[in-house]
């Protein structure tokens, strides 16, 4: 690993517990109409302003719910997701099937203020809690030749609506090379603001690499396994024309329905102008894992 990451972000660039409230909270009545102002924005940091929880929590791809953007929110609540356990297998010193506190027993937890892209052109920027993938990774012990990490989200069938409708070949799956999993930039989130993460955000854990395309951070993972070869991905098994293992956030590379050149800031306001696609989503420090690769074609 060539470095830590340094995390320039304190408690007071993200909107305290207090002044965050969501809509479920508002609409219940549990807060006088005098508070519902305070349900902003954090402050800025770094350029960036994070969306608001229910801007995050409300506007959701995560297809086993549906594949409206409210469906996640509507339908996600069924998922049981204690107890939870994550099975590790492969090219690792220590497989074996983790319950995820023990997983990520004596591992820290950081707050990362991302931007985050959707492959159809639309991008918010989230506040996570999480750990270091990396971390994990040395935690149970990468044997040498592995070259892949593939992931796989939980099927619960009679709690997931767009399961039962074969929307996609489910098991959702998704994969890293090891370099990319390993960089300090990737994380396994468990919150967002403090709070942990709600289902339709994928909990009680998730993938966050965020100079890809949003549909790379699995959701909901159940599995973990080491490779020597390339493993599948959900949306390239779909339409391998259209969605690449890579997926790294290009606005030189468009996909066949969505130009890439720009995109919408969820939260902007109907009248907001689009803002331009930056390379790798704003996060250069990641191009070297890519020196010598045409992008254009391995896209």
């Known amino acids: ?7 320039k972000m304190t408690k007071a660039d993200v909107t305290p517990k207090s002044a965050y409230l969501n809509r ?30 229910e801007e995050i929590t409300s506007y959701n791809n995560f297809y086993e719910f549906g594949t409206g953007k409210n469906d996640p929110a509507q339908n996600a609540h069924q998922m049981v997701t204690s107890p939870w356990s994550i099975k590790v297998d492969g090219m690792v010193d220590n497989p074996g099937e983790y319950a995820l506190d023990d997983l990520l027993a004596g591992l820290s937890v950081e707050d990362r203020l991302y931007r985050f892209r959707c492959v159809e052109a639309w991008s918010m920027v989230v ?42 070949d489910f098991p959702y799956v998704e994969g890293l090379r ?6 300090p930039l990737t994380i396994m989130a468990t919150g967002i603001y403090d709070e942990p993460l709600y289902n339709q955000s994928g909990a009680p854990t998730r993938l966050v690499v965020p100079w890809k395309y949003g549909f790379k951070s699995i ?18 098994k779909a339409n391998a024309r259209e969605y690449g293992f890579y997926s790294n956030v290009n606005p030189n590379v468009d996909h066949p ?8 800031r969820i939260g902007g306001g109907l009248f907001a ?14 191009a070297p894992l890519y020196a010598g690769q045409d992008l254009s074609v391995d896209i």
């Not at 999480?130 to 030749?145: H, P, R, W, Y």
Request: overall charge neutral.
């Open 1 to 7: 690993m060539a470095y830590r990451w340094t995390n």
């Open 24 to 53: 479920r909270q508002i609409l219940a009545g549990t807060i006088g109409l005098g508070a519902i102002g305070l349900a902003g924005r954090a402050s800025a940091q770094g350029g960036l302003e994070p969306n608001t929880l």
């Open 127 to 168: 506040p996570w809690n999480g750990i270091e993938f990396a971390d994990i990774l040395n935690k149970v012990g990468v044997q040498s030749g592995a070259k892949y990490v593939a992931f796989e989200t939980v099927v619960q069938p009679e709690n997931m609506i767009g399961v039962q409708r074969r929307v996609l």
């Open 178 to 183: 090891l370099d990319e999993a390993m960089h």
């Open 219 to 236: 959701k909901s993972i159940v599995r973990i396994t080491l490779t020597d070869r390339e493993p599948p991905t959900s949306w390239n």
């Open 257 to 264: 329905r969505w130009s890439q050149a720009t995109e919408r």
């Open 273 to 286: 102008s689009r803002q331009d696609t930056l390379m790798f989503n704003g996060y250069p420090e990641v």
